[in-house]
């Protein structure tokens, strides 16, 4: 039998971030049904016409703001607390522990959740991601006339599925964090139900991400058949105990690497990743992009390096080297000829899924530390980069198409330059900081050993310049396509200029001082 | 291992093979939807009943049972998110086909 405390009560405090969100969620239900209550003129369902301006939202993006705030603030308090108390992790809770031995020695002893500093900081970048999601829905739901109350309960429920990915080492957990990330999301992708584009990706993501989620629990139900428990630290000391690994054990983990290999878009589980991204509402996108990438990695670089390292590396290296080979072939192929820039940054989405694989298959602390580090450079360049399309798209469309740039660079240079440097940074040009991410990576992997993936990988990332190139072209030198009309954005919102500028300045300052993040990324020890 | 307990096992692998070529031959959402609900609960069952085979002396452990309670709560969630999605889309169309769901593609 498995020895375990039920629930550590005086380690409760290190799940703060996630009480202060779910507490943000009650409130944010509860002003509704005030406002819903008390506002004479406004019925529940036809906000648009009593309020031509979209006010009623401001009371639910402050109450966001103050939460995200809160919790962002609660994540340095404990961050501090973890580097006055000296170790790894500031508490474990759910604790199991294997059988004692013959001196009463545990074999094993770990929590379902570690709080270390690699999961505060995946929690940080969650908030941030929260923060300026939030900021940008609110120009893009005015210009949309699109007055859904409702969506900031699901942003920020969905951030705390991020959380608890980042600090979870439990494969039941992971199971119920992936859902809880996935569930808002499915609803927020069909947001704008007048647009039967999104509509029609809601479903698809629904469909394809309750099928991964169908792969992921049955998985585990065979890995629990053969370990016994669903714990990391569990199945990692079953594989250096047992050195003839059972076959109920391999298929149970390949099925579990199919589920998440869904979520995280790999080839060839990628087929959703351009119709959900192109038909989502594009702030919602540019959620997806960054935020379900950061906590899906976060949780398969714990499942790697917490229980995977007790299997012989050719039972999953070289699988999921495929994968990440025909992950960055794949993406880079489609993207090449894409007219839709959103379907092209889904295409580089996948392209970045394979770069990030790379570091997956190389594994150990570092490569978790690499990962934390083009997360951060990725996450800037793609919020902002998908905020710009929101802005400049018309707002029947929803979408910017390559033929709609030109001159572009004339009548807006400001947000011509900020699209151009956001998208050269996801390149990974040097002195931006998707540069910094790519060269950790491939030093992590190169240290590994895997010299010719590394190789593959460069050499793709060169290919990749071919399409990020195609904005600056259709910005700056595109002659006009007879019968497209020019774009006419306007002015741009307070809440675009600030993602804006943040963005792009925070690319160019990691580019030209990558030591603030380098520093930053190499702080976030996991718990091993 | 008792009959029981490797029926069940066998039961449970039958369901979520089902549930697999289910979602990949069917074209209508509520169908595939159901599939993927046969492949959830092909991992409850085999939960239980490798929960049995586990600690067949000891009535106490019940971990695998308690996973398929969860495993019911988020499918639970599912279902009500899914088929909101699927009736939404239904109020503009009469019929829902998947195939007929490709305007993204064109």
Redesign the interface.
């Known amino acids: ?2 020895d375990r405390d039920v629930i550590g009560y005086d380690q409760i405090y290190a799940l703060g971030p996630v009480i202060i969100l779910t507490l943000t969620v009650l409130v944010l239900i509860l002003a509704d049904c005030i406002w819903r209550a008390f506002s004479r003129h406004v019925k529940p369902g036809d906000v648009e016409h009593d309020d031509p301006a979209g006010m009623g939202l401001m009371p639910n993006l402050v109450i966001t703001l103050i939460g995200a705030t809160a919790a962002i603030a609660d994540i340095f308090y404990l961050l501090g607390r973890l580097r006055a108390g000296g170790g790894t992790a500031l508490a474990e809770l759910f604790i199991a522990r294997g059988f004692p031995d013959a001196t009463g020695r545990h074999a094993w002893e770990a929590g379902a959740l570690a709080i270390d500093s690699f999961g505060l900081y995946v929690a940080l970048l969650g908030c941030l991601i929260l923060i300026a999601v939030s900021l940008i829905m609110l120009p893009y739901l005015q210009s949309r006339r699109l007055f859904r109350a409702e969506l900031f309960q699901l942003l920020v429920l969905s951030t705390i599925g991020m959380l608890l990915l980042g600090f979870s080492r439990d494969l ?1 957990n992971t ?2 964090a992936i ?1 809880l990330l996935s ?1 808002p999301l ?2 927020l992708c ?1 947001l704008s ?1 007048k647009s ?2 999104s ?6 993501y ?2 394809l991400g ?2 991964a ?3 992921l ?2 998985g ?3 890995v ?2 053969a370990v ?3 714990n990391y630290k569990a199945i990692a000391f079953y594989l250096s105990s047992n050195p003839d690994v059972s076959n109920v054990l391999l298929a149970g983990l390949s099925l579990v690497g199919v589920g998440i290999a869904f979520k995280l878009a790999l080839v060839p589980f990628h087929a959703w990743v ?2 959900v991204y ?2 989502a509402p594009t702030p919602v996108t540019a959620f997806m992009a960054s935020g379900v990438k950061v906590a899906m990695f976060a949780a398969a670089i714990r499942l790697v390096n917490d229980s995977l390292v007790g299997l012989d590396a050719q039972y999953w290296r070289d699988a999921l080297a495929v994968f990440a080979i025909l992950s960055m072939i794949i993406g880079n192929l489609f993207a090449l000829h894409q007219s839709s820039v959103k379907r092209l940054l889904a295409y580089s989405a996948i392209t970045h899924t394979g770069y990030l694989a790379v570091a997956l298959c190389a594994g150990g602390p570092a490569a978790a530390q690499s990962l934390l580090i083009y997360l951060a450079a990725y996450c800037i360049a793609s919020i902002g980069a998908f905020m710009l399309v929101a802005y400049l798209s018309r707002p029947g469309q929803d979408d910017v198409y390559f033929d709609e740039l030109h001159d572009l660079s004339q009548r807006y240079p400001a947000a011509s330059a900020a699209l151009a440097i956001l998208v050269l940074s996801m390149g990974g040009l040097p002195m931006t900081a998707g540069f910094i991410g790519k060269l950790l990576v491939f030093r992590d992997a190169w240290a590994a050993g895997l010299h010719g993936l590394v190789i593959f990988a460069v050499l793709n990332s060169v290919v990749s310049f071919y399409f990020y190139l195609r904005f600056l072209r259709a910005m700056y030198m595109q002659p006009r396509v007879p019968g497209t009309a020019p774009l006419e954005a306007g002015s741009m919102p307070a809440a675009y200029a600030i993602t804006a500028v943040v963005s792009v300045v925070l690319t160019i300052l990691f580019g030209v001082l990558p030591q603030l993040l380098v520093e930053w990324g190499n702080s976030g020890v996991m718990l091993q | 291992m008792i009959p029981l307990v490797s029926n069940s ?1 066998i039961l ?1 692998a039958v369901l ?1 093979t089902i ?2 070529v289910g ?1 990949m031959i069917h074209r209508h ?1 509520v169908m ?2 159901m599939c ?1 609900e046969l ?2 609960n ?3 069952l ?2 239980v ?3 049995k ?3 067949a002396e ?1 009535w ?2 019940v ?2 049972q308690v ?1 398929a309670f ?2 019911i709560a ?1 499918a639970a ?2 279902v009500a ?2 088929l ?3 009736v ?2 239904f109020k ?1 169309r009469a019929r829902v086909d ?1 195939d007929e ?5 064109n």
């Open positions: 039998m498995i039941l199971f119920i859902e569930l499915y609803v069909g139900d039967s584009a509509r029609e990706s809601s479903l698809k629904f469909l309750a099928f989620s169908g792969f629990i049955y585990a139900s065979l629990y058949g016994g428990h669903l351009p119709d192109q038909g | 096992l449970s979520f549930g697999v979602v959402p595939i939807f993927v492949m959830l092909a991992a409850n085999s939960l009943a490798f929960n085979q586990h600690y000891n106490h452990a971990d695998g996973y969860m495993v988020i969630a599912e998110v899914g909101a999605i699927i939404s889309l503009r998947v769901v490709n305007q993204l593609r």
